[in-house]
Every structure is written in C-alpha cells, then in structure tokens.
C-alpha cells in the first residue's frame, strides 16, 4: 500500500522508467517462456516420431533375423540405434516374446547384460514400441528406451542465449529510453515549474517557453493560452465590478424611491379604505339606529302608563348606545325637580333627584355637550368621577320641556355628531311619547280621582278594594281598611267659608299622598270621609299606620287668606279583613263603625273594629 | 481318476514337444520362411503353393504340418515324390539326405525348370547347380545360396535372406 502511494508521489522520469523496464521485462520474459515452452512441446514430439521411424527401420531390417531366430543378424542390426543419440536401449522380441537381442548404450553390444531402469544414470523419458511383421504375420516387435536429456541440454543452451541476448538489448534500450525519457519528462517538470510560480504569486503575466510541438508543447500553449484568457478576464471582471457596484448604488437609490412611493400610495389607499369602511360602517350604524328608534317609538306608542315606558327605554337605549350609561329624568307634578324614570348602563348619573338649575340643558333649554370631563363645563347633577364625555338634551314636546336626557360615554368613546343626531332624535320621540303618556294618565286620573284631594274616587275605591281583598285571600296576607273623617269639618266651613273647607280636604289629600306607601290607595269615600286601602298588614301595625296618620295630619299648618287654620284633627275607624268581614261592604262596615266609636269617644282618635260592632252595626 | 492321468500325459508330451523342436521340425518352419522370402515369375502365380518333398522318413510328417499354410496369397499344399522326376507344378523342392546318390538325376531334373525354389541337406549341393543348402554349423541350423542358380531359374531371393546366409555363390 505504502509503496503504491510512493510510486503515485515518483518523478513522471522514473514512472516512464519503471514503467519501460517492467514492460520490456515482462514481454521479454514470457516471449522466452513461450518460446521454451512450444520448442520442447515440439522437440518431444519430433523425438517420438523420429524414434518411431528408427524403430520401423529396425523393425523392416530384422524381419529375416526373427523369421529365422538368427540372433548375430538380430544383434547386428539393433545396434545400429547407436547412432541415434537420445536412445538409451532397445530390445527386439520374437513372436514368442523372447529377447532376440538386445541393446544398451553404457555397455555396448553386451546382449546379455541385464536391463534395469535403476541402474541407468539417464532417466528414460520416452518408450516407444513397433511391431515387425511378414507377410502379414507379426514375427517380433522392437521397443526403443529413450532419455530426452541431450535435447534438454540443447533447449537450456538455447534458452540461456536468448536470456543474454535480452539483457543485452534490455541495457542498451534503457540507455535510449532514458535519453528518450529526458526529452519528454524536461519540458513537463519545465511547465510544472510555471504552474507553481502562478499558484503562489497569482501572477498571470508569466509563461510557459517551451518550443515543441508534441502534446507537451501543445499543453504549453493552452496553458500560455489561459493564462492570457485569465489575465484579460481579471482585468474585465475589475471593470465589471465598478460598473456593478456603481449600478447596483443606482438601483439601490431607484428602488428606494419606488418603495417610498409605494408605501405613501399604499398609506394613501388605506386611507381612503378606511374611510370608506367608516362611512359604509355609519351608514349601517345608522340605518341600524333608525330602525331600533322606530321599533322604540312602536313600542312606546302601545304603552298606556309612564311607568311602562321604564322597560321599553330601558332596553332600547342600551341597544342603540352599547357602552354608555344614561338616564331619562323627568318633571316632577310641582315641576321643582326631575327624577328620574329609567336609568341604564353602569354608571349612572351620581344625583337621583335634581333641579332644574343643576343642569345646563335644562337651563338653557338646548343640547349641552362636554367631550372631555377633564376640560368642558360639567352639569352640577353629574357626579365628579365622571370620566367618558357626556350630553344632556331637554325634551320638548308640545313646547313644553318635559325633562332631560342624559348619556354618559365610555372613557375610549367619542361623541360623534352622528351620535349627538341619534340622541336628539331619540330624545325628541321620547318627549312625545311622554307627552301623550302623561296625557292620557292625567285623563286617567280625571275619570278615576277626585279632583279635590287628589286621591281616589270611591268609584275606584270599590273596585280596587274587591281585587285587592280576593288578592289577600288568595295570598293569605292581611288587609287593613282605615276610614277617616276631618273632626268639626262644618265648624271649619262655617268659621273660614267653603275655600278653607276645600283647602282643608286638598292638603289632608296631598299628605296623604306622601304618607302612605305605593301599595296604598287612599279614595275619598264622601264629604269629609277618606278610605285609605293597605294591603299587607296585620292588626297592630295597622294601628300603628293609623296613629301616624293621624299625627301627621294634625300637625298640618293651614294658612288660608292671612290667616292660620288651627284645631285640624281627625278620627279614624281601623277594619282588618278577615278578621272584621271578607267583603268589601262589611270592610267597610266595619270600619265605618269603629270611626263611629272614635267620634263618640271625643273624636282625635284611633278605634280599631270589632266583632261587636259589625253586629251592632 | 482316468481323465486326470491322460490329461497329466497328455501336457507332459506337449510340454516335451514345445520345449525341444525336432531337427525335422526346425527345417520345414525353414522352408516355410523361405518361402516367405522368395518371389517366382509372375507367369506361376496360381491359387496354391505346391511344396514337393523327395526323400522319406520323419520329414513327411513335419512337412505335412505346413500343408494349407499361406505364403502372401497363397495355399502351401505337400507332394511327396516318389522319383526323380520333378513335375512342373512344383515350386519348392525339398531332396532329403537319403537321395545323395540320385543327385546327378535330380540335378537333370532341376536344370531348366523354371521357377522351381530347390532346397536340400545334401552337403555341396550349391556347388552342384542346388540354390539353398541346409548346414549344421555349432548346433545351429544354417544355410548357404546359390545366387546364380537362382538368377538362372528366374527365382528372386531377398536381400534379408542373403544376409542371413552363411554362404552366397555369385
């Protein structure tokens, strides 16, 4: 393996030598070997057949001798294989296989000398037997023994001068492939040399002088050849590369404004999508919010009370301004404050109940906006941790304001005046809702009510007393019914006139109005006598509401034309259902009996009913 | 039992008659080679060889073991002679010893027949005008040629023949 590697790593000289003399050996060798071989392969078989020719020979010359079994002739006759060289010895047998004479080259012409292969000091290499015959009778047979040892000794002569022969020319040959090989191996050691001084200094201007014009000298010109190619190609390349990079910094510069320009024109684009998008979305948003505000304003119009209108704000206003808080605030009877009737959202407005100054779009009576609570002027009835922006609209109907309409906005939220546009048109349907509702409750209240006190007719009173006592019995709550009456109503008409009179009964209403709970229904049953209805009550507190009543209403000061109306008391007559009837005429039977009861005992009382008094009465 | 013994007696003869060939014996396989050595005229080329024997005794019987032996494409077939008279049919002649007195009438007989191969014991008998002569030399059997004897009866003798003889007259 090493010495593989060590012949690849040789000189070209001494590979074309070793080369040469392996070549030259071996054909010199097997042209030898050949030669040694096909002249013994042919010497062998020309001893065969030129002792077998001997052999006929000496057979035809003895045919008389074995016919007559004349042993001198015979001997006579086998000797002359003595002069053919090779023959070791020969036998001539008789019919009867008998040895008529014999032949033996070491001790001549001794027929009786006994014949043994050991004893010869040549080997016998080939034997060769004929038979004699007369007259188509064989009379004997001849056997020749024969060494091939001189031809032998010929061929190894032979052989030995070719061998010196071909060492002989071997040498000379190698004499003129070593000229030979100089020629050739010079200019290539003279190329190599060229080679390895352009691979180390790169430098291209060297080359290779070499004047033949053989392979070698056809390599040197290429090489010549591609050292001018390389050293024109460097030079352009050079100039290649500045205009490449003078090109490259121009399109660099092209591409920037390109991409600068696409991207404003992109910008541009996007701009104008978004608008778009914006205005396609306002325009849904709209078309949204109008149809919410007249399903709203449907719903409202089948609305028969203000209270059910809470509802019906509630969940459309939560529905047209998602993420906003806000609240419908509306006049109060005596028109002093606005309370509110529908809040939704989660932050409402701080103040529940408010005046009319507390707020810029009531005092004002226009829309009054503030974008950011940071900066604009803030309504007084908006609580100080307000942070989104907020608007309040008045709502005017009929050239009436009825109230205001506030919306707080989230914090992230602008107040657009899409927004504001919706909130006013909201606002406007909103007004006139409320404007028919509390129309047709007032002309509710006139069919129902006493247009004196305020409270109840007893009409109403009637009606609401059976509903409410089939209620009680079905829930199995109590039911109290008071009957009042104003003590010395007639002295008050007579000391003060009828307008005093009137004045008493409206205060006792409107106090009434306020004392009782909502569940309560107060009714005026005739003249001076009041029904007050309180559903939910057992015997004790229903003493206890009406002592309160009747406290409250004595401590009422009456002024009436300059002057104050004293002496103001009441008497009242307290009937718990079931206890004292199950129907509304023995309810009130009862309590009219109890009231009875209270006047006789000096009146500015509280009687409570009893089972005697139904039966008395 | 019987069968044993004669086959006993019988291999002993036989051994006894291979091991030593009568004198008798030895001539006729003699003339049977020279006969294989001899070419007559064309004009005698029939179909058999006919060997005449003048003389008597043990010979007849040797001779007559040649009888329908071939010589090239021939028959040997024996005649035995009870005259001098040769007739032409013969073509080897065969005078025993006995007939030394009657050789001036064999010798007549002989001279002029062409073709006829004469061979005989009696001592000079090549010097007479005889071809082959038999002659008992150190115990072995040996023969001599009348070469001109032959020319003369247009018999054509081989060269291996001549060589073997101890004698050849030209």
């Given at each position: 393996?090493?010495?593989?590697?060590?012949?690849?790593?040789?000189p070209i000289g001494n590979k074309l030598a070793i080369a040469f003399i392996l070549v030259t050996v071996i054909a010199l060798a097997s042209a030898t070997s050949f030669y040694a071989y096909t002249t013994w392969q042919h010497e062998k078989e020309a001893a065969r057949s030129e002792l077998l020719a001997v052999a006929n020979l000496i057979g035809a010359n003895s045919t008389a001798a074995l016919a007559f079994n004349d042993k001198t002739a015979a001997q006579e006759t086998l000797a002359t294989v003595v002069s053919v060289p090779g023959v070791v010895h020969a036998v001539l047998y008789n019919k009867d296989g008998e040895a008529l004479a014999r032949f033996d080259r070491t001790s001549q012409n001794s027929v009786n000398a006994?014949?043994?292969?050991?004893?010869?000091?040549?080997?016998?290499?080939?034997?060769?037997?004929?038979?004699?015959?007369?007259?188509?009778?064989?009379?004997?047979n001849v056997v020749l023994y024969a060494s091939l040892a001189p031809r032998l000794q010929e061929l190894r002569d032979n052989v030995l001068s070719v061998i010196i022969a071909s060492i002989a020319s071997l040498a000379i040959a190698l004499l003129i492939a070593w000229r030979l090989q100089q020629s050739i191996t010079r200019p290539v050691s003279r190329l190599t040399s060229v080679m390895q001084r352009v691979s180390t200094s790169n430098d291209y201007t060297v080359r290779a002088d070499i004047q033949q014009h053989d392979e070698i000298g056809m390599l040197a010109d290429g090489i010549n050849q591609m050292l001018k190619h390389v050293q024109q190609r460097d030079a352009q390349l050079e100039q290649h590369r500045h205009e490449l990079e003078s090109e490259v910094s121009r399109r660099t510069a092209a591409l920037k404004d390109a991409n600068e320009k696409l991207r404003s024109e992109l910008e541009e684009r996007n701009r104008i999508e978004a608008g778009l998008k914006e205005a396609h979305d306002?325009?849904?948003?709209?078309?949204?919010?109008?149809?919410?505000?007249?399903?709203?304003?449907?719903?409202?119009?089948?609305?028969?009370?203000?209270?059910?209108?809470?509802?019906?704000?509630?969940?459309?206003?939560?529905?047209?301004?998602?993420?906003?808080?806000?609240?419908?605030?509306?006049?109060?009877?005596?028109?002093?404050?606005?309370?509110?009737?529908?809040?939704?959202?989660?932050?409402?407005?701080?103040?529940?109940?408010?005046r009319q100054y507390d707020c810029w779009a009531l005092r004002q009576g226009r829309v009054h906006t503030v974008d950011n609570p940071d900066t604009g002027l803030i309504c007084p009835h908006c609580s100080d941790a307000i942070i989104g922006p907020y608007l309040c609209i008045p709502m005017i109907a009929y050239g009436d304001?009825?109230?205001?309409?506030?919306?707080?906005?989230?914090?992230?939220?602008?107040?657009?005046?899409?927004?504001?546009?919706?909130?006013?048109?909201?606002?406007?349907?909103?007004?006139?809702?409320?404007?028919?509702?509390?129309?047709?409750?007032?002309?509710?209240?006139?069919?129902?009510?006493?247009?004196?006190?305020?409270?109840?007719?007893?009409?109403?009173?009637?009606?609401?007393?059976?509903?409410?006592?089939?209620r009680t019995e079905r829930m199995g709550t109590g039911l109290c019914v008071i009957m009042l009456d104003v003590d010395h109503f007639k002295n008050f008409n007579d000391t003060y006139g009828h307008e005093a009179g009137d004045l008493v009964l409206h205060e006792?209403?409107?106090?009434?109005?306020?004392?009782?709970?909502?569940?309560?229904?107060?009714?005026?049953?005739?003249?001076?006598?009041?029904?007050?209805?309180?559903?939910?009550?057992?015997?004790?507190?229903?003493?206890?509401?009406?002592?309160?009543?009747?406290?409250?209403?004595?401590?009422?000061?009456?002024?009436?034309?300059?002057?104050?109306?004293?002496?103001?008391?009441?008497?009242?007559?307290?009937?718990?259902?079931?206890?004292?009837?199950?129907?509304?005429?023995?309810?009130?039977?009862?309590?009219?009996?109890?009231?009875?009861?209270?006047?006789?005992?000096?009146?500015?009382?509280?009687?409570?009913?009893?089972?005697?008094?139904?039966?008395?009465? | 039992m019987n069968r044993l013994l004669t086959g006993i007696v019988t291999f002993l003869?036989?051994?006894?008659?291979?091991?030593?060939?009568?004198?008798?014996?030895?001539?006729?396989?003699?003339?049977?080679?020279?006969?294989?050595?001899?070419?007559?005229?064309?004009?005698?080329?029939?179909?058999?060889?006919?060997?005449?024997?003048?003389?008597?005794?043990p010979y007849r019987k040797a001779l007559q073991s040649l009888e329908g032996k071939h010589v090239r494409d021939q028959v040997l077939s024996v005649r035995v002679l009870d005259t001098a008279d040769i007739p032409d049919s013969c073509r080897i002649l065969y005078v025993t010893a006995e007939k030394t007195d009657m050789l001036d009438a064999i010798y007549k007989s002989i001279s002029g027949h062409q073709g006829l191969l004469s061979v005989s014991d009696i001592e000079g008998f090549t010097q007479s005008g005889g071809i082959i002569e038999f002659r008992l030399i150190d115990n072995k059997l040996r023969f001599a040629i009348n070469l001109q004897a032959a020319r003369a009866s247009e018999i054509d003798l081989s060269s291996k023949l001549l060589r073997l003889a101890v004698a050849v007259k030209e």
């Open positions: 393996m090493n010495t593989v590697f060590k012949f690849r790593d040789l006994p014949i043994s292969s050991e004893s010869q000091s040549d080997s016998i290499d080939i034997k060769v037997a004929s038979d004699v015959v007369l007259d188509n009778t064989t009379v004997g306002a325009l849904e948003r709209h078309h949204r919010d109008f149809s919410l505000l007249s399903e709203m304003n449907d719903r409202l119009q089948v609305c028969h009370a203000v209270d059910e209108m809470r509802p019906v704000v509630a969940h459309y206003a939560r529905k047209l301004f998602p993420n906003s808080g806000g609240a419908l605030y509306v006049y109060n009877h005596s028109r002093s404050l606005v309370e509110p009737l529908v809040v939704w959202g989660d932050e409402p407005p701080s103040e529940d109940v408010f304001v009825m109230g205001v309409l506030h919306l707080t906005l989230a914090e992230s939220e602008k107040l657009t005046s899409s927004l504001e546009q919706l909130v006013i048109s909201a606002s406007e349907h909103l007004a006139l809702a409320l404007a028919n509702l509390q129309l047709r409750e007032a002309l509710q209240a006139q069919s129902v009510r006493d247009p004196l006190t305020g409270l109840f007719n007893r009409r109403y009173m009637q009606e609401t007393l059976e509903r409410e006592l089939a006792i209403g409107s106090y009434l109005q306020k004392a009782i709970r909502t569940e309560d229904i107060a009714c005026r049953y005739g003249g001076e006598e009041i029904l007050v209805i309180m559903p939910g009550i057992d015997t004790d507190n229903a003493y206890i509401r009406a002592e309160e009543l009747r406290k409250g209403i004595k401590n009422i000061s009456l002024q009436h034309k300059g002057q104050t109306l004293t002496g103001l008391s009441i008497s009242l007559g307290v009937a718990i259902a079931p206890v004292n009837g199950n129907s509304a005429d023995s309810l009130v039977d009862a309590a009219d009996a109890a009231l009875y009861k209270a006047k006789r005992a000096g009146r500015d009382q509280v009687m409570m009913a009893s089972e005697q008094d139904l039966m008395n009465s | 003869v036989t051994a006894i008659a291979v091991a030593a060939p009568t004198e008798y014996e030895v001539k006729a396989a003699f003339l049977y080679n020279f006969a294989k050595f001899t070419e007559w005229p064309s004009a005698s080329s029939d179909s058999s060889l006919e060997l005449c024997l003048f003389g008597n005794g």
